[in-house]
C-alpha cells in the first residue's frame, strides 16, 4: 500500500518501505496526538525510535520488543513520556540535542547518552541519520536527516517544522527570529524540494510544498 503520512491516535500504523531502511509511524495519546516513527534497517533488523512519546506497551510491541536506540527531538514532556519505560524494557541508548539534555533527564528520570548537535550522526544498523540542531522551539531540539541513496531524503523534524509554518515560540519574537533562521538556513536552504518531512504531530509534507510560505511565516511572526 501506498504510505500517506495521514494515522490517528489509537488507529494503525502506516509504514514506508525503502531500499535499506523502513519507515512506521504511530500516533500516540488522543488529546496531543504525537507522531513516533520507528526507523528498522533492513539488513540489520536494528530498530530506532524517534520520540517515545507516550504508550510505551504499543511502542514496544511495535519494535518487537527490540530497540538499539530512542532518540528525543527535544525537552516537552508530550515527546518522551515513554522514554523511561521503553529504556528500562530495552536498555535502549538515549539521544538528544546537548542544551536539552538535562531538562529531559529531570522530566523522566533517564541521563541522555549522548549529547548531540549539527553534524554529528546516529546510526541504526547500516543506516546513518544525520544530525540537524534546529534552535528556537527549544534551545537544543534537533532533526534528523537520512539521504536515501536510492532516493530522496527523509527529514524527521520534532517540532520545528510542520506543514504550513514552524514550532510554535509561545509569543517569544527572539525565539521565533532564531527558529525561522534556521529552519531557513539549515532546511530549505540546505536540501532539494523533494525531501519528504516527517513532524512531531499530524501529518507529513515535502520541502517543496512548503518553500514558497517561508517568507510569508516570517512575515506573520509565528
Known amino acids: ?24 509511524k504511530l500516533a ?3 488529546k496531543m496526538s504525537n507522531n513516533c ?7 540489520t533488523g536494528e530498530n530506532l525510535l524517534v520520540d517515545a512519546a507516550d504508550q510505551p506497551e504499543s511502542l514496544f510491541q511495535l519494535a518487537d520488543g527490540s530497540l538499539a536506540t530512542i532518540v528525543t527531538t527535544h525537552q516537552h514532556w508530550d515527546h518522551h513520556r515513554g522514554l523511561a519505560s521503553l529504556v528500562s524494557l530495552t536498555g535502549a541508548t538515549t539521544v538528544a540535542g546537548g542544551p536539552d539534555a538535562d531538562a529531559i533527564t529531570e522530566q523522566t528520570g533517564v541521563e541522555v547518552t549522548r549529547r548531540v548537535s ?11 541519520l544525520e544530525v540537524i540542531r534546529i534552535t528556537g522551539h527549544t534551545p537544543g531540539s534537533i532533526c534528523l536527516l537520512y539521504r536515501d541513496p536510492a532516493g530522496h531524503g ?12 514552524v514550532g510554535n515560540t509561545f ?9 525561522i533562521d534556521d529552519v531557513e538556513t539549515k532546511i ?6 523533494d525531501t519528504w518531512f516527517y513532524p512531531g504531530h ?4 515535502t520541502l517543496g510544498a512548503e518553500r514558497p510560505h517561508v517568507a510569508e511565516w516570517r512575515e506573520r511572526g509565528w
Request: proline content about 4%; overall charge negative; glycine content about 14%.
Open 28 to 30: 500516540v495519546d488522543e
Open 118 to 128: 549539527d553534524g554529528d550522526t546516529v546510526t541504526v544498523g547500516s543506516c546513518s
Open 202 to 205: 499530524g501529518n507529513d509534507s
Open 154 to 165: 527523509h527529514l524527521f523534524t520534532g517540532d520545528s517544522l510542520f506543514p504550513g509554518g
Open 188 to 193: 530549505f536552504g540546505a536540501l532539494p524540494d
Open 171 to 179: 509569543g517569544d519574537s527572539a525565539a521565533f527570529a532564531t527558529l
Open 1 to 24: 500500500m501506498t504510505y500517506t503520512g495521514e494515522v490517528t491516535a489509537g488507529g494503525a500504523p502506516d509504514v514506508r518501505e525503502l531500499a535499506e531502511l523502513t519507515i512506521t
Open 37 to 43: 516513527y520507528l526507523l528498522t534497517c533492513r539488513s
